[in-house]
């Protein structure tokens, strides 16, 4: 079972305030460079011309990856809506995955239309990771067409100000299963969630930014001292998933609930 470990960081600003990449392609170590290499390949004979271009984020390109605890996370750029596409191929894709790169916990990808990223403001989230906390890996690079970011309060509604409909949503899901595996990946996943938009109720008033888990329960525990003992117990589930549901469920009834709540104030 993994250990919880002190580690990740802030992103650096310039002297302006904006908020400094960190990543690049440059940084990923051996033996990720082989999944990211795979991965790429499989968009690239998926999606063929479909593919504008892919991103990667999080800790891999930052060269902070960990075996067991980190995974691959992509953000592809369609030239389609990716609703035209035929993506029954990502299932599999990520199951051989897995099978080809155990070090990595899993594959996630997710797919946006260009045009609707370069011009919709509901994609405002999606500008700031190419922007800001991800490495292009393929195709052209958005990043230098795109405004430079602050730390903000914007930024963080954009997102987690769904906080509520996601707590709802996956409690519903957990009430209906009784699969462990599913039990663990659905409180993993909500366990994410619920510390970083902890993060995001403070990233304004801290000016910093950062998507890693332990800085962001350690900053929010800074400015909600009270609620230190709930966040730290929803990061320690997001790195080491219970089984039980009902521990799951009554977590987010109280300490969701007040994370809902706190957010609707906030922002």
């Known amino acids: ?45 998926h999606l063929g011309t479909d593919l504008h271009s892919a991103y990667l984020r999080g800790s891999v390109p930052r060269g ?3 075996p067991g605890i980190s995974d691959l996370d992509i953000l592809a750029v369609t030239q389609r809506d990716p609703r035209e596409l035929d993506l029954a191929w990502v299932a599999p894709a990520a199951s051989e995955f897995k099978s080809k ?40 690079d958005l990043a230098p ?51 970083r938009t902890g993060f995001g109720l403070v990233m304004e008033k801290a000016g910093a930014y950062t998507r ?16 230190e003992k709930e966040m730290r117990q929803a990061l320690e589930w997001a790195i080491n998933p219970t089984t039980d549901k009902k521990a799951i469920l009554k977590f987010l009834g109280e300490f969701g609930t007040w994370m809902a709540e706190e957010s609707r104030r906030v922002w």
């Open 1 to 45: 079972m993994p250990d919880i470990l002190p580690i990740g960081s802030l992103l650096q600003t310039d002297p302006e305030g904006y908020l400094v990449k960190d990543c690049s392609v440059e940084k990923i170590d051996k033996p990720w460079m082989e999944a990211v290499e795979w991965t790429r390949q499989a968009l690239s004979t």
């Open 64 to 66: 902070e990856a960990q």
């Open 101 to 140: 790169f155990p070090f990595a916990k899993y594959l996630d990808l997710e797919f946006v239309p260009l045009a609707k990223l370069l011009a919709e403001p509901g994609y405002l989230a999606k500008r700031f990771t190419i922007k800001v906390t991800a490495a292009c890996i393929q195709g052209e």
């Open 145 to 195: 067409r795109l405004k430079p970011f602050k730390p903000s309060r914007k930024i963080a509604f954009f997102f987690h100000g769904n906080i509520r409909e996601v707590l709802q949503q996956t409690a519903a899901k957990l009430a209906l299963t009784s699969n462990f595996q599913q039990i663990q990946q659905g409180c993993a996943w909500v366990m994410k969630r619920l510390v």
């Open 212 to 227: 890693d888990l332990y800085p962001s329960y350690e900053i929010f525990s800074k400015y909600y001292p009270e609620k």
